[in-house]
């Protein structure tokens, strides 16, 4: 199996190699010296090879960091795992989807996977299970996936030699890509992970789905981010998406552009998803409404952030259930992908839908509502919003989801928390 580089071991500027000046007495050693005092200068220079690339040797990185880098699945394939890949894949009837579940492992994919298995489509996952968040609530979620008949491949989207074998032994109608480096304010401690996850795994799932026979379809999870510092609301499908607030905004304004070139190229079938800051069960540690949660029931004071002169900070923010009624829709409308062997035979479908609440709520309104769920008053400090990527509000129009997917969320906010807390 091909073995990947971490490209966090890559360094961003790499710098010209400085051979090492020789020792000032190595070249003094004179060919006609006894023997023995050859041999006992030989051993000395040995022993100091030994030392110098002993030294030279890192240590092992500690096991949390070594699995965030690490680009290796673990072993896979013979005939048992391909029984168990084509069990978990098959379908329960003619028209039901084959779905390969891309990020299976996380917040909306567990949640995807196992809706696609309840209505009776052949689901197999794919998560790399890396540790930017508590990798015991993945395998939490991989558990609840295994009760469900869903097998969780542990592997890495960048792996092209795993996807073509997955795409030997299943022949997939759908790709739901959600495998992402998530966070907006993470990527300023580790960028390059966002461009590894987010570009580089993108194009290599669309690299390996050109070339396979038949293609997949693939739906694919973008993000309200990619408006970034848009002031016009609320944020259509139309508007300008050259402004990113953030890194992890313009690698997923990259993406949509990526999946342009592939349907243009290779008439791929693709269905971007722009989700709006989606909650509930099973959810992310670093979204506000689980840490918020946590902080006031451990009684720590919780910071809230204000823009400026003291303007409010609202998110669009989207109950699960409503953002998996749409992924499937998208998954159900997408027309078949129009290539065959890595060649265009025609024009191919190529959509972007918001996925919101259509309702901003101000982050105090958040708080208020968790504080009247947990039955605790919050101890509260108000900060300016700091430049690290967030932005001030977030709106989506969804007439293009409800014309064209009949999307139409029905939980609000409180309701919603009510399920998680």
Known sequence: MTQFKPIDSIPSTPGKFKPEKSLPYIHRIRIHSSLPKLTLWSFLFLALIFVFFLLLSPPSPPSSVASRRSLRSTPWGGPAWERRVRSSARVRSKTALSVLVTGAAGFVGTHVATALKRRGDGVLGIDNFN???DVALKNSRKALLDRAGVLVVDGDINDADLLRKLFDVVAFTHVMHLAAQAGVRYAMEN??????SNIAGFVNLLEVCKSANPQPSIVWASSSSVYGLNSKVPFSEKDRTDHPASLYAATKKADEAIAHVYNHIYGLSITGLRFFT???????????YFFFTRDILKRRVITVFEGPNHGTVARDFTYIDDI???????LDTAKK???????????????????GNTTPVPVSKLL??????????AKKRVLPLPRNGDVQFTHANISLAYKELGYKPTTNLETGLKKVC
């Not at 290539?339 to 996925?355: D, I, Y």
Request: proline share 5%; net charge positive.
């Open 278 to 288: 989606v909650y509930g069960p099973w959810g992310r540690p670093d979204m506000a």
């Open 337 to 355: 992908s129009t290539g065959s062997g890595g060649k265009k035979r025609g024009a191919a479908q190529l959509r972007v839908f918001n996925l």
């Open 191 to 196: 960028p390059n992970s966002y461009v590894h």
């Open 324 to 330: 998996v009624k749409g992924c499937l829709a998208a």
């Open 368 to 377: 208020s509502i968790l504080e009247k769920l947990l039955k605790v008053k």
């Open 131 to 133: 540790d930017y968040y």
